[in-house]
């Protein structure tokens, strides 16, 4: 079992910046790990935002956020970030990260909810307009 804890969200004005950070808890290494970040807006479903394979590449994003998002991972500090800039308003969500297992890079499988196996409890993120 994997406890993934999110942090890092907040409120923000429109075209500021946020990281957020996912870390395991209880000492679990993220290493092996493909890693995702995903957001839920109310009254919406969740949605894909950002991939990154285990092996730290490639990278998939979401066709709203590329360009203004960056999905990183620091091994070392067992640790995965979502460096998000020029907020929008329609990036107000929770946000959460997710683990798999999956080690072919297949886009469809890093960009797809179901196929991950550990979720944290989401961060909320609210840009103001």
């Known amino acids: 079992q994997v406890q993934l804890v999110e942090s890092g969200g907040g409120s923000v004005q429109a075209g500021g910046s946020l990281r957020l950070s996912c870390a395991a808890a209880s000492g679990r290494i993220l290493r092996s790990y493909g890693m995702g970040w995903f957001r839920q807006a109310p009254g919406k479903e969740r949605e894909f935002v950002a991939a990154i394979t285990w092996s730290g590449g490639p990278t998939y994003y979401a066709d709203s956020v590329k360009g203004r998002f960056t999905i990183s991972r620091d091994n070392a500090k067992n640790t995965v970030y979502l460096q998000m800039n020029s907020l929008k308003p329609e990036d107000t969500a929770v946000y959460y990260c997710?683990?798999?297992?999956?080690?072919?890079?297949?886009?469809?499988?890093?960009?797809?909810?179901?196929?991950?196996?550990?979720w944290g409890q989401g961060t909320q993120v609210t840009v103001s307009s």
């Open positions: 997710a683990a798999q297992l999956d080690y072919s890079g297949s886009s469809y499988i890093m960009m797809t909810p179901s196929n991950y196996n550990y």
